[in-house]
């Protein structure tokens, strides 16, 4: 089993930044896809950015390219999402999701195996 540990989430104004982490463990981790998640109140989860295992190939939901970056450092058996000039509707909690290769590279909540609890993450205008 994947263990997924999200951190870093908190309350910022429009246009600040935050850096969520995601902490693997129970698998080797050179050999998951990765992404984040989001869903707000009443909304339905939606895909924000996912990783290959290597990290050689990225995507990211229209909503938050250029200003949202994902990387990973395998050594460290962690993901980030990097979320500059945040906007209010941003705010949601923010999901970890990992899925062993080969992955489809998708943001649908059910092409991912594995969850972790998410971190709020609250954008204030």
């Known amino acids: 089993q994947v263990q997924l540990v999200e951190s870093g989430g908190g309350s910022v104004q429009a246009g600040g930044s935050l850096r969520l982490s995601c902490a693997a463990s129970?698998?080797?981790?050179?050999?998951?896809?990765m992404a984040w998640f989001r869903q707000a109140p009443g909304t339905e989860r939606e895909g924000v950015a996912f990783?290959?295992?290597?990290?050689?190939?990225?995507d990211y939901a229209d909503s938050v390219k250029g200003r949202f970056t994902i990387s990973r450092d395998n050594e460290k058996n962690m993901m980030y999402l990097q979320m500059n000039s945040l906007k209010p509707e941003d705010t949601a909690m923010y999901y970890c999701?990992?899925?062993?290769?080969?992955?489809?590279?998708?943001?649908?909540?059910?092409?991912?195996?594995?969850w972790g609890q998410g971190t709020q993450v609250t954008v204030s205008s």
């Open positions: 999701a990992a899925e062993p290769r080969p992955c489809v590279p998708r943001l649908q909540p059910d092409a991912w195996r594995y």
């Open positions: 990783i290959t295992s290597t990290g050689a190939t990225t």
């Open positions: 129970g698998y080797n981790y050179d050999y998951l896809c």
